[in-house]
C-alpha cells in the first residue's frame, strides 16, 4: 500500500503511478518468482525513468551479481562485478541511494569501462527483503545528469516490491 509519507504524489506523475500499481497487481495476480519479478521492476524502472537500461543487482560474497537486466544490458544477465570497485557495491556499503551524473568526471566508478558501453550517468538505490540488504536496482543512461529526485523515488518504489516478492518466497 502506497501512502503519501512515501511517496509524493505533487513529484510523481499520477500516470507514472498508475504504471507501478499496474505492475504491483500483475505480480500479485500471477504469483511472480522472484527472478520474474526483478526483470519486470527492471522494466518498469527503465520505461519510466527513460533510461537506456535497468539492472537488479545481487550481492554473492564480494562480488554483485546482474540477477536481471533491460535495454542496453539485456545480455548481461550473469554477469559479475568486484563490490569493492563498483558503484553498486558503494551503494550496498552506504546502503544509501547514490547518483552518478557523470561516469567520465565520477571517481566512485571505472570511467573506461562506462565509456566503453556508452553509459554516462546512474542512479541506484539499495535492494532489501525482510531487513536483509540483497543487493541493488540501477537505471544508467548514455546521457550526463539523466536522473532526479522522481527518478529516485521510481527506483525505490519497484525496489519495495521486488523486495517483498522475495521475502514472501522465502529465499532471503
Given amino acids: 500500500m502506497l501512502s503519501t509519507s512515501s511517496v509524493s504524489t505533487s513529484l510523481l506523475t499520477k500516470q507514472q503511478l498508475l504504471c507501478v500499481i499496474t505492475a504491483q497487481t500483475e505480480i500479485i495476480g500471477n504469483r511472480f518468482a522472484p ?50 570497485t563498483s558503484l553498486s557495491g558503494l551503494c550496498v556499503q552506504k546502503n544509501q541511494v547514490l547518483n552518478c551524473t557523470d561516469a567520465r568526471n565520477d571517481n566512485r566508478v571505472d570511467s573506461v569501462a562506462c565509456e566503453k558501453v556508452g553509459l554516462r ?31 529516485v523515488q521510481i527506483l525505490q518504489l519497484a525496489a519495495t516490491i521486488i523486495g517483498a516478492a522475495v521475502a514472501s518466497s522465502g529465499t532471503v
Fill in 35 to 84: 527472478t520474474r519479478v526483478m526483470e519486470r521492476m527492471a522494466e518498469l524502472a527503465a520505461d519510466l525513468t527513460f533510461a537506456s537500461g535497468a539492472v537488479v543487482e545481487v550481492i554473492e560474497e564480494d562480488e554483485m551479481v546482474y540477477a536481471a537486466a533491460t535495454g542496453m544490458a539485456r545480455d548481461k544477465v550473469g554477469m559479475r562485478l568486484k563490490a569493492s
Fill in 121 to 151: 550517468s546512474m542512479l541506484v538505490v539499495p535492494l532489501h527483503a525482510d531487513g536483509h540488504l540483497l543487493g541493488v536496482l540501477k537505471v544508467f543512461s548514455s546521457k550526463t545528469d539523466a536522473f532526479d529526485d522522481v527518478d
